[in-house]
């Protein structure tokens, strides 16, 4: 099988690969977002979400498309992942909102560079190519200034410290040092500052990638979530941020490879 990128052709990449997509009520978004993620150019390809408890019909619509589908009741962003990054069942893994604003259909790309160039680690930056109504001015200052604080505070260089986009060897996580402890929003800015600080700035770089408007309702609280993260960041930076919950998933959390879903039952 070949596949294309860009405009060139290359053989089948030599991986296995899972996409997670962490939800909750993303009925709107997440057809197209499952749809737009490109088929057939690696050995295996995962798709799947970890849902937060969706009331609407999120969980159905992965059924209905054909993915996997890890129930975490526990609340948070974070909380999804932490769950999501154990259960994964592929080496490489790539993270994105279930809400149309990631370039699902870079993910083949952006696989070939970690595995061309040795890499461990990149975020992607949504910041430099944000396409025009992807970020409204109050998130736009906030990333800005959250990104600022966060290269003051740990140096680190990153430009878009909030971006939700990763890819990255499962096998990071070997190292528990590796593993982020926050359930919520602000694992996103922890997973870059611990793969810049444990992995090296040459194994773990930020390449920037297009952003989109978002598609259907967001939960996001602007203000108590940009708190949440302005006071991670001093937490993390002196040593005081303390994990909630364990790393990952609870022994009873349902999963469609299972059939133990509510809906499969
Ligand atoms: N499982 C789970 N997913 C969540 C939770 N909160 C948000 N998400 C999902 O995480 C992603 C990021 O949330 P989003 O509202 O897009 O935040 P923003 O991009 O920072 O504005 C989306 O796909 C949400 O559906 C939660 O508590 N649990
Ligand atoms: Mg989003």
Redesign the pocket.
């Known amino acids: 099988m070949r596949m294309r990128i860009g405009t060139t052709m290359t053989d089948v990449l030599p991986v296995t690969v899972t996409v997670i997509?962490?939800?909750?009520?993303?009925e709107e978004a997440l057809a197209d977002t499952v749809d737009a993620i490109p088929r057939d150019w690696c050995e295996n390809l995962e798709i799947m979400i970890?849902?937060?408890s969706s009331t609407d019909r999120t969980r159905e619509i992965a059924l209905e498309k054909n993915i996997r589908v890890h129930l975490?009741p526990r609340?948070?962003?974070g909380?999804?992942y932490r769950t999501g990054f154990v259960v994964a069942k592929n080496d490489i893994i790539v993270t994105m909102?279930?809400?149309c604003?990631y370039p699902a259909e870079l993910v083949p790309k952006l696989v070939k560079k970690l595995i061309d160039d040795d890499l461990d680690f990149i975020t992607c930056d949504r910041l430099t190519l944000a396409e025009e109504g992807s970020m409204s001015g109050i998130h736009g200052f906030g990333n800005w200034g959250l990104s600022f604080t966060a290269r003051l505070l740990f140096g680190y260089g990153i430009k878009d410290s909030?971006s939700?986009m990763w890819v990255f060897r499962k096998s990071i996580f070997d190292n528990e040092n590796m593993r982020p402890t926050n359930d919520g929003?602000p694992l996103s800015e922890e997973i870059k500052i611990l793969a810049r600080k444990h992995l090296g700035k040459q194994k773990a770089i930020e390449i920037s990638t297009p952003y989109r408007p978002?598609v259907g309702e967001?939960?996001?609280h602007t203000w108590g979530d940009g708190w949440k993260n302005f006071k991670f960041l001093y937490a993390k930076r002196f040593g005081m941020n303390k994990t909630l919950t364990d790393w990952g998933p609870l022994t009873d959390n349902p999963d469609s490879i299972n059939g133990d879903l509510p809906e499969q039952k």
């Open positions: 997509l962490p939800t909750r009520n993303e970890v849902d937060g975490e609340k948070g962003y909380r999804a909102d279930a809400d604003t909030q939700g929003m978002r967001a939960e996001i």
